[in-house]
């Protein structure tokens, strides 16, 4: 399946030589849907007429965050990636402006990772890895009246967030992991929803471990899989 090239960044070889057929494939685009799992129906909730590489959906359902490109190829992934909010009840759609990881970091062609909403869905978190750099983490804020906003969370020595985040339940911090010399561990923002910023990253899980995996129960218990040198992979509380 093919689109013929008549004009556009082909015309010029086009032109010069004309016994050639030129073409590409057509670009496979992505929507989301919801399906009823009671009755089995489904329906389209947003078509961007771009390729989601990834998305989330708020806990009240009412925005859908999608990390998009202009096609499937992995090379649009770095630089040409945007962050698009659906806003489910006013029927439409907001770019997140991407000066922030863009004109203004020491990279163009970062990619955006990890899109995830905080539990009251206003607080929307996610992180720019870069090839060369450090990953960074940004939050964008949606508050009441349509006063949002978007910032980088500050980043303390060596630290190189990778892998997971998540929202502590009730209102609370942003958790993530991340690397620092040689080992991963769990990192907490605990005011990452506060648009001033505020207190610095606090470290969770001390000494020389490796973080697998965490969770939050509903009533805020942190769990951790570690492992270290002296243990294989544990679970604590």
């Known amino acids: 399946d093919y689109t013929e090239i008549e004009d556009g960044p082909w015309g010029d070889l086009k032109r010069r030589f004309p016994f050639l057929g030129y073409a590409h494939g057509r670009p496979k685009l992505s929507q989301v849907w919801r399906v009823d799992l009671r009755s089995g129906a489904s329906e389209v909730v947003v078509a961007p007429e771009r390729k989601i590489k990834s998305f989330a959906v708020s806990g009240d359902g009412q925005r859908v965050a999608m990390v998009t490109?202009?096609?499937?190829?992995?090379?649009?992934?770095?630089?040409r990636s945007h962050v698009d909010v659906y806003d489910l009840e006013a029927g439409r759609t907001t770019r997140l402006p991407d000066e922030l990881w863009r004109a203004r970091a020491p990279s163009p062609n970062g990619w955006i990772e990890e899109p995830c909403w905080n539990e009251a869905g206003d607080?929307?978190?996610?992180?720019?890895?870069?090839?060369?750099?450090?990953?960074?983490l940004f939050v964008a804020g949606f508050d009441a009246g349509g006063q949002n906003w978007l910032r980088r969370l500050e980043r303390s020595g060596e630290v190189?967030?990778?892998?997971?985040?998540a929202w502590q339940p009730r209102g609370g911090g942003l958790c993530f992991t991340a690397d620092d010399q040689a080992h991963c561990r769990l990192y907490l923002a605990p005011d990452a929803g506060r648009r001033d910023g505020g207190r610095a990253?606090?470290?969770?899980?001390?000494?020389?471990?490796?973080v697998q995996a965490f969770g939050h129960s509903v009533l805020n218990d942190l769990?951790?899989?570690?492992?270290?040198?002296?243990?294989d992979v544990d679970l604590f509380e």
């Open 223 to 231: 769990y951790v899989a570690k492992k270290s040198p002296a243990d």
């Open 69 to 79: 490109t202009p096609d499937e190829r992995e090379i649009s992934f770095e630089g």
């Open 160 to 165: 190189h967030p990778v892998g997971p985040m």
């Open 123 to 136: 607080r929307l978190a996610f992180r720019v890895d870069f090839d060369g750099y450090p990953s960074e």
């Open 201 to 210: 990253l606090e470290e969770l899980s001390a000494g020389d471990v490796v």
